[in-house]
């Protein structure tokens, strides 16, 4: 056990010892999560394993600390720690992605993306109207001024890639505010090859003329040209956003360079920091200079209290993420998720857009005959941890849905390579061919239940635990 993994067990073992002694049932789920996740095959493509700095920085006393405002310039006394902390958050991130700007606050993906749409609205829209009125802010406008600029507000237009298409809810989903702050439009893929049609989108956004074009996605198995994207943006006067919440692990990694490079080409990028990028659960928003000013007013544009504690693993994860190993750690991500890929291909499962060339999969279980509800439930049965997911044009709808999501940041972390995850494969192909579609109460066909083969669950659970074994999640670190 070397020092740092025999420091870490004491640290857990003792911190674990002190929250039994007031509920003891915590201390006892906490534990269970560890072996749950140790004895696992965890293929969610949104989660990873933090490292242990990261997750030790948590859990102080920085999280008893309020400190709304930016640094040195705090609506709190006292905040001198606070921003140490989040001075060096952004340092890291703007030096790691090479942004002119970088936002450290938000507590989410979800977060961040409020903060840009925001800053953009304040941007584009506000900052002008003020202008034109001679007004220094929205307290000095007249009633009926700020009535008239709220309206103006909220009749902007956004054009993001649609949920079943693989974008993510809040790029204006309907049922999302995203979808209710904005008039919004959903542009998608291509229904022969899956693939993004950016002669198709160009010409959505032509008629459309949105204020914002949003790029990313959660669910879309390739690489997108960030260049080509901007090129529509300017076309049609739009600003460009990119949540790379998903694969900001990637562009860390210098996997995506160039044109799928967000950074360079989009006004504002947001991302989470907990997917690929491997950090604490948080958001944070990049951008070009132009942006910087309205950014910084997240909050209390829309935020509140910083989560200092949050802020100060930020640190700690992107300086991991500086480290060259992490290139190495990307460059695995990107090469185990071909591998997982043809692992599937070579057995006959069908693939959306046929492959990968990112960090997830999306797997169409309705060749197997069952829904991604089914094929997940069944999966999870023999330990092996998906997520359903939507296809495109899925007949099955968002809960049922007809695929599953796999994503490698997680086992990657956890040292698997292409051995692992072609055996990954061949069992995920072992449960599903395994697996039969269940029927309802009165005898129809149930789109929920399912029937796994008898011992298939078994030997799943054996084949994985011989690869956990030889690459055990946070190894030296032991809870008596
Ligand atoms: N943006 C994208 C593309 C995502 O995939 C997600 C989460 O899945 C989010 C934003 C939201 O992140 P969070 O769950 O941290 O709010």
């Not at 060096?88 to 993906?109: I, K, N």
């Not at 069908?350 to 069952?370: A, E, K």
């Amino acid at each position: 056990m070397s020092d740092l993994s025999s420091l870490t067990s004491s640290a857990y073992q003792q911190a674990l010892e002190v929250i039994a002694s007031v509920e003891p049932r915590i201390a006892e789920a906490t534990r269970q999560e560890l072996a749950d996740q140790r004895s696992s095959l965890k293929l969610i493509a949104s989660e990873n394993y933090a490292s242990p700095a990261v997750l030790l920085t948590m859990g102080t006393w920085f999280s008893d600390k309020y400190a709304e405002g930016t640094v040195g310039h705090r609506f709190y006394a006292a905040c001198q720690n606070v921003d140490t902390v989040e001075a060096l958050a952004a340092e890291h991130a703007r030096e790691l992605f090479g942004a002119p700007y970088a936002y450290v606050q938000p507590h989410s993906g979800i977060d961040a993306n409020l903060v840009a749409f925001w800053s953009i609205l304040a941007h584009r829209v506000e900052t002008p109207a003020l202008e034109k009125l001679g007004a220094k802010n929205v307290n000095e406008l007249s009633e009926a001024d700020w009535e008239s600029l709220r309206a103006e507000l909220g009749n902007q237009r956004l054009l993001g890639m649609s949920l079943d298409t693989g974008g993510h809810l809040t790029h204006g989903f309907r049922p999302n505010i995203s979808g209710k702050m904005f008039h919004q439009q959903q542009y998608g893929t291509d229904p022969e090859t899956g693939l993004l049609d950016y002669d198709a989108l160009a010409a959505k956004a032509r008629e459309f003329r949105p204020l914002v074009l949003v790029a990313g996605y959660s669910a879309y198995p390739r690489r997108v040209n960030f260049a080509k994207m901007r090129e529509i943006a300017d076309e049609v006067g739009a600003t460009l956003m990119v949540d790379m919440a998903h694969f900001a692990g990637l562009v860390a990694g210098k996997v995506f360079t160039g044109d799928e490079d967000p950074i360079p080409h989009a006004h504002v990028v947001t991302t989470t920091t907990h997917k690929s990028l491997r950090g604490p659960r948080g958001g944070m928003v990049l951008s070009q200079e132009e942006f910087a000013a309205d950014i910084d007013r997240g909050c209390p544009m829309v935020l509140g209290g910083p989560l200092s504690h949050v802020m100060a693993a930020k640190a700690v994860a992107l300086a991991e993420a500086r480290k060259p190993e992490f290139r190495t750690y990307a460059q695995a991500i990107a090469d185990n998720a071909q591998t997982l890929a043809e692992g599937f291909l070579k057995r006959g499962a069908r693939l959306v857009t046929g492959g990968t060339d990112n960090h997830l999969v999306l797997v169409d279980v309705s060749t197997f005959g069952l829904t991604g509800r089914q094929a997940e439930s069944a999966l999870l049965e023999a330990g092996v941890v998906t997520n359903r997911n939507s296809i495109p044009a899925d007949p099955n709808g968002a809960w049922y849905t007809s695929g599953i999501r796999l994503g490698t940041p997680a086992l990657t972390t956890r040292g698997f390579g292409a051995t692992e995850f072609d055996k990954v494969a061949e069992l995920i192909v072992d449960v599903l061919s395994n697996t039969q579609a269940g029927t309802t109460k009165a005898g129809g066909p149930s789109k929920a239940s399912f029937v796994l083969g008898d011992g298939v669950a078994e030997r799943t659970r054996a084949a994985s635990a011989e690869m956990l074994d030889k690459h055990p999640l946070y190894p030296g670190l032991e809870l008596s």
